[in-house]
């Protein structure tokens, strides 16, 4: 045991080195003064490090803490190896400038303390960026090169962000004093950021015609790790491919039963076009809307017990998103309370321009990312006693988005959707994760260009076309992390097929050994679940 213990708490120390602004490592120490360092030679200091600490645990006797370990290490390995801070300019979890400018404004400092922790990370942001600049510059050198289109994107966002000093992201986190955030911000900040800029207007780029990673030196194996990593699983790009258009085949069937009986018509394509056109399906006030949140995720609690034994120690938070964040946030979001459980997680329903967001999305994302999604899942396993603290914290998209995914088709089960129309917007998030099979592999395994996804999103997804572009370019800057959603919720439901044939099948018993061991990589949880389908 304590070799096992041993070998997990050293990779929640890589982790945490690997990426402080985790959301998932809140609370855990080291994570709110610093941020990681991009540079070559220290991230081959980390990803040799991974290596060994996989290597480790092949030995170890404790299967689930043995799995975890020896996936989260090759993750980090993964991510790594796959350099993609060489050429990602905006994502807010991959590029420099997204952890920045988007990551850092999300802290809130508690204390001073904490205070002081923030202002520590604050003072790094200048090598930071002077070694991420250098970073792609290296990238470059290689072949590596960024998409062009994300250079400019990034070039005129920090354009903006220097022109309006008194609008800085980085001063909106609370304060008690603002003195030396503001001497930080003028004298060594804002000239980093002007010295960045001009790294990115020496980098040549590719075309929007050649946006994946099949264009870049060793891309198609990049991709392929990227995908197994995600998604924990071996499927190849070309089975996620086939796989993502005949979901989307069987979606149009749902669409024409479900859609039928609101709008008249059993055309998927104008059930479709009606929910992306019409202004009477939309909220009138972000009141109104932020209520609605309440009230669902208030019905989802009250019928968890039937289906759930494990329970959160706190019941989830429905808040509205800070107004400093709210335009430029998702439509929602869950954010986790810390991870020694002092305060609840917290579900943020943005209810800026409501008047502009389709009310029937409200219901499945509540479902998605409280309860019984993520607000359960996380909330549980930041409960879990007597295992190591990585088995609360590892991040494997396809369990956790998995699940959120499933809670949106487990919460139809459950009565919990008010009307047609709200099944019709489980619909749409189906679109949406279906889709992205077919266009993630699409750019980075068989060569898509930019306007072919964008098309092939306008078609077949109620994306409004704002999203579109920028669920594109996200596609494009985080290869592979698309996949995980749909492929964790295929093989939940896969598993659950397989065990409720069995005489003495406990669908309640089934959710929760689906939470009661922390996020898992599918591989394990598929041994887990024949094991307790074994012993039932």
Same mark, same amino acid.
């Given at each position: 045991?304590?070799?096992?213990?041993?070998?997990?708490?050293?990779?929640?120390?890589?982790?945490?080195? @690997?990426?402080?602004?985790?959301?998932?490592?809140?609370?855990?120490?080291?994570?709110? !003064?610093?941020?990681?360092?991009?540079?070559?030679?220290?991230?081959?200091?980390?990803?040799?490090?991974?290596?060994?600490?996989?290597?480790?645990?092949? !030995?170890?006797?404790?299967?689930?803490?043995? *799995?975890?370990?020896? *996936?989260?290490?090759?993750?980090?390995?993964?991510?790594?190896?796959?350099?993609?801070?060489?050429?990602?300019?905006?994502? %807010?979890?991959?590029?420099?400038?997204?952890?920045?400018?988007?990551?850092?404004?999300?802290?809130?400092?508690?204390?001073?303390?904490?205070?002081?922790?923030?202002?520590?990370?604050?003072?790094?942001?200048?090598?930071?960026?002077?070694?991420? /600049?250098?970073?792609?510059?290296?990238?470059?050198?290689?072949?590596?090169?960024?998409?062009?289109?994300?250079?400019?994107?990034?070039?005129?966002?920090?354009?903006?962000?220097? *022109?309006?000093?008194?609008?800085?992201?980085?001063?909106?986190?609370?304060?008690?004093?603002?003195?030396? &955030?503001?001497?930080?911000?003028?004298?060594?900040?804002?000239?980093?950021?002007?010295?960045?800029?001009?790294?990115?207007?020496?980098?040549?780029?590719?075309? =929007?015609?050649?946006?994946?990673?099949?264009?870049?030196? =060793?891309?198609?194996?990049?991709?392929?790790?990227?995908?197994?990593?995600?998604?924990?699983?071996?499927?190849?790009?070309?089975?996620?491919?086939?796989?993502?258009?005949?979901?989307?085949?069987?979606?149009?069937?749902?669409?024409?039963?479900?859609?039928?009986?609101?709008? *008249?018509?059993?055309?998927?394509?104008?059930?479709?076009?009606?929910?992306?056109?019409?202004?009477?399906?939309?909220?009138?006030?972000?009141?109104?809307?932020?209520?609605?949140?309440?009230?669902?995720?208030?019905?989802?609690?009250?019928?968890?017990?039937?289906?759930?034994?494990?329970?959160?120690?706190?019941?989830? &938070?429905?808040?509205?998103?800070?107004?400093?964040?709210?335009?430029?946030?998702?439509?929602?979001?869950?954010?986790?309370?810390?991870?020694?459980?002092?305060?609840?997680?917290?579900?943020?329903?943005?209810?800026?321009?409501?008047?502009?967001?389709?009310?029937?999305?409200?219901?499945?994302?509540?479902?998605?990312?409280?309860?019984?999604?993520?607000?359960?899942?996380?909330?549980?396993?930041?409960?879990?006693?007597?295992?190591?603290?990585?088995?609360?914290?590892?991040?494997?998209?396809?369990?956790?988005?998995?699940?959120?995914?499933?809670?949106?088709?487990?919460? =139809?089960?459950?009565?919990?959707?008010?009307? =047609?129309? %709200?099944?019709?917007?489980?619909?749409?998030?189906?679109?949406? &994760?279906?889709?992205?099979?077919?266009?993630?592999?699409?750019?980075? /395994?068989?060569?898509?260009?930019?306007?072919?996804?964008?098309?092939?999103?306008?078609?077949?997804?109620?994306?409004?076309?704002?999203?579109?572009?920028? @669920?594109?370019?996200?596609?494009?800057?985080?290869?592979?992390?698309?996949?995980?959603?749909?492929?964790?919720?295929?093989?939940?439901?896969?598993?659950?097929?397989?065990?409720? &044939?069995?005489?003495?099948? !406990?669908?309640?018993?089934?959710?929760?050994?689906?939470?009661?061991?922390?996020?898992?990589?599918?591989?394990?949880? /598929?041994?887990?679940?024949? %094991?307790?389908?074994?012993?039932?």
């Amino acid at each position: 045991m304590d070799a096992v213990r041993g070998a997990a708490d050293e990779l929640v120390e890589l982790l945490v080195e @690997e990426n402080p602004l985790n959301e998932l490592l809140q609370g855990l120490p080291g994570t709110s !003064d610093r941020l990681n360092d991009p540079a070559e030679d220290a991230e081959a200091d980390l990803r040799e490090r991974a290596l060994r600490i996989a290597a480790t645990a092949r !030995d170890l006797d404790d299967d689930l803490t043995r *799995a975890v370990v020896i *996936a989260e290490a090759e993750g980090v390995a993964t991510r790594i190896g796959s350099r993609l801070v060489e050429h990602t300019m905006h994502d %807010s979890v991959v590029s420099p400038l997204g952890k920045v400018l988007e990551m850092i404004p999300q802290q809130r400092p508690d204390g001073p303390a904490q205070e002081q922790e923030f202002l520590r990370m604050l003072a790094a942001v200048p090598e930071f960026l002077a070694r991420s /600049a250098e970073r792609h510059r290296a990238g470059a050198r290689a072949g590596r090169l960024p998409v062009a289109r994300r250079v400019r994107t990034a070039i005129e966002h920090l354009d903006a962000h220097l *022109a309006a000093p008194h609008d800085d992201p980085l001063r909106r986190p609370p304060l008690s004093s603002d003195e030396e &955030r503001d001497r930080l911000l003028a004298e060594e900040i804002r000239p980093a950021f002007a010295a960045y800029r001009e790294v990115l207007r020496e980098l040549p780029g590719r075309p =929007d015609g050649r946006p994946g990673l099949c264009f870049l030196p =060793d891309g198609e194996q990049t991709y392929a790790s990227l995908a197994r990593m995600h998604t924990t699983t071996d499927r190849t790009p070309e089975d996620l491919h086939r796989t993502g258009l005949d979901l989307l085949a069987e979606l149009d069937e749902e669409y024409a039963a479900i859609g039928s009986r609101v709008f *008249a018509t059993s055309s998927a394509a104008e059930i479709r076009e009606r929910m992306r056109t019409d202004p009477d399906l939309r909220w009138s006030s972000g009141d109104e809307l932020l209520a609605a949140a309440r009230a669902v995720v208030s019905r989802a609690e009250r019928a968890a017990p039937e289906w759930f034994g494990l329970m959160p120690a706190h019941p989830c &938070r429905v808040e509205p998103f800070p107004a400093d964040q709210a335009p430029d946030a998702v439509g929602a979001a869950y954010l986790p309370g810390p991870i020694d459980g002092s305060r609840p997680g917290t579900y943020f329903a943005n209810t800026h321009a409501a008047e502009q967001r389709p009310r029937f999305l409200a219901e499945a994302l509540a479902f998605h990312e409280a309860v019984p999604g993520h607000h359960f899942q996380i909330s549980i396993a930041q409960q879990l006693t007597d295992v190591p603290t990585i088995r609360k914290v590892a991040g494997f998209n396809a369990h956790i988005e998995g699940w959120g995914l499933y809670s949106e088709r487990l919460a =139809d089960e459950m009565g919990l959707y008010s009307d =047609d129309l %709200s099944r019709l917007g489980m619909l749409a998030m189906d679109s949406t &994760r279906a889709a992205r099979l077919v266009v993630d592999t699409g750019l980075h /395994a068989f060569g898509w260009t930019r306007e072919r996804v964008v098309e092939f999103l306008r078609a077949r997804t109620l994306l409004p076309e704002v999203e579109v572009q920028s @669920e594109t370019d996200r596609y494009i800057e985080a290869p592979g992390q698309a996949l995980s959603y749909m492929v964790g919720r295929l093989e939940i439901q896969r598993l659950r097929e397989q065990v409720e &044939r069995h005489p003495a099948f !406990d669908l309640q018993g089934f959710h929760d050994l689906l939470l009661a061991h922390g996020p898992l990589p599918m591989s394990a949880l /598929a041994e887990l679940v024949a %094991s307790w389908s074994k012993r039932a």
